[in-house]
């Protein structure tokens, strides 16, 4: 797993790279595809409305001899040629306005805007859109298109027709363009981000089974440990209970026998805490709700603990100043939650460990702080501590024994009793436990 993993995500962080790149080159020839394909039918719709304004344009007038005593010609005979109406003359801006729109959504570019205008022979301005002049010079962003108008008879007498030109503009061409590919581009994000997303799932998938691996590893090593102490005694124990010399002083045979009752209490302790753990997994944690004095509790966890006090030379300083001590809780449960506390404080001391108790109450909560002069935690173990399996590291202490399940076992209890548990702790210095619990309802002041 330590060689495999970081194989697996450069691999797949290659493979997300390489997707990427291929995905933004896509999509940059698509977006160019898009410009020229927008480009090519913003210029067949403004040629279809040049077809439109050449078919209905007048051809020029024939030219007209004016007469002067019969068939004589004058000597100063001119032509009087008639120019034809201009588009601005046969139009209005509202029907050329018609006529491009129509045109525009004909060919599919329905959500592109434009602006026009009509523009006659000498370069002025017959009729145009009112943003037409201001977009017309911005040759960076905008698309422009020219295309003549010029009557259909006009080539009948070369030169002498007017030739105007419809000059559409496309603003913002660009923005237009990837804005017509929106669809396909969120699509493209969208994609991205769920690959990316499997991504990190994965990533993490991988890690908590390499997490959960170091911790099934170390679960079995102190498990191994846990059990092999006791298994170990037992054997000498029995050992000795078969030397005949053992057999005759009942003595010594009350002493190993009593050593073999012990350690069989130690190992079935061990056991329940693992099926506590197994219990608390499959979330089957049933309470029996009784009225307790937490003091009570408290005062009985403590002379569980006086062997381990007395091996320790410890002290415990008691101040159960809680007016009211009274709670609904499971008695087992809150009681072995109260114990863990306690023989938590125990083990984690230096030397001789030094445990506060204090008990205060307020109108409907009783708190409870177990306070000691142990080794402290750092903020990584603070997150953790209630994790299942996890146990803080103990640097040079090496008397620590357990299964990393204790306090994952109280946090458990707590929440099952709708309780609050926080943790204060400075390294070298000791660690504080302060739990919220509710007062019984019947007694709640």
Do not use: C
């Not at 010079?137 to 030109?165: C, H």
């Not at 030094?354 to 109450?361: D, F, K, P, Q, V």
């Amino acid at each position: 797993m330590k060689r495999t993993f970081p194989v697996i995500v450069i691999l797949i962080t290659l493979s997300l790279l390489g997707l990427f790149i291929i995905q933004s080159s896509w999509l940059n020839n698509l977006f160019e595809i898009r410009n020229t394909e927008l480009l090519n039918k913003a210029y067949e719709a403004a040629s279809n409305v040049t077809a439109k304004l050449t078919n209905n344009a007048p051809a020029s007038q024939r030219l007209r001899l004016p007469k002067r005593g019969g068939l004589t010609f004058n000597p100063d005979f001119h032509l009087h040629i008639l120019k034809p109406p201009t588009i601005d003359q046969r139009f209005s801006f509202q029907d050329v306005h018609k006529m491009v729109k129509e045109e525009f959504d004909a060919v599919g570019l329905r959500e592109i805007k434009f602006e026009f205008a009509v523009i006659g022979p000498t370069e002025e301005i017959e009729m145009s859109t009112k943003k037409f002049s201001s977009e017309y010079w911005d040759t960076v962003l905008n698309k422009r298109i020219y295309l003549p108008i010029v009557p259909a008879s006009a080539s009948d007498f070369e030169g002498l027709s007017a030739t105007e030109y419809l000059v559409v503009v496309v603003p913002d061409f660009q923005r237009q363009a990837w804005a017509s590919l929106k669809w396909v581009f969120a699509g493209a994000v969208l994609f991205m981000l769920i690959i990316i997303a499997a991504f990190y799932v994965t990533i993490r998938s991988l890690l908590n089974q390499k997490k959960l691996s170091e911790i099934k590893s170390d679960f079995i090593n102190n498990m191994t440990h846990e059990f092999k102490t006791p298994l170990a005694t037992i054997s000498l124990a029995v050992d000795a209970i078969r030397n005949e010399k053992v057999q005759s002083d009942q003595e010594k045979m009350k002493y190993f026998s009593g050593i073999i009752k012990e350690e069989n209490i130690r190992m079935n302790k061990h056991v329940e805490t693992i099926l506590q753990a197994a219990l608390m997994e499959k979330q089957e944690l049933k309470l029996n709700l009784t009225k307790l004095h937490v003091h009570d509790v408290v005062q009985h966890a403590l002379d569980n603990h006086q062997l381990q006090l007395q091996d320790k030379q410890g002290m415990v300083e008691l101040h159960l100043n809680a007016a009211n001590d009274v709670i609904e809780a499971d008695e087992v449960h809150f009681t072995n939650m109260v114990s863990n506390l306690v023989d938590n404080a125990i083990k984690y001391s230096k030397d001789a460990p030094l445990i506060r108790i204090t008990t205060h109450s307020t109108a409907k909560h009783i708190v409870i702080r177990v306070e000691d002069n142990g080794i402290g935690m750092t903020k990584e173990s603070i997150k953790r501590i209630f994790e299942k399996f996890y146990r803080a590291h103990t640097g040079n202490l090496h008397n620590v024994k357990g299964f990393g399940l204790g306090m994952s076992y109280v946090k458990t209890v707590i929440d099952a009793h709708k309780g609050k548990i926080k943790v204060d702790s400075t390294l070298g210095k000791g660690t504080t436990f302060t739990v919220e619990m509710s007062l019984a309802k019947t007694v709640q002041s």
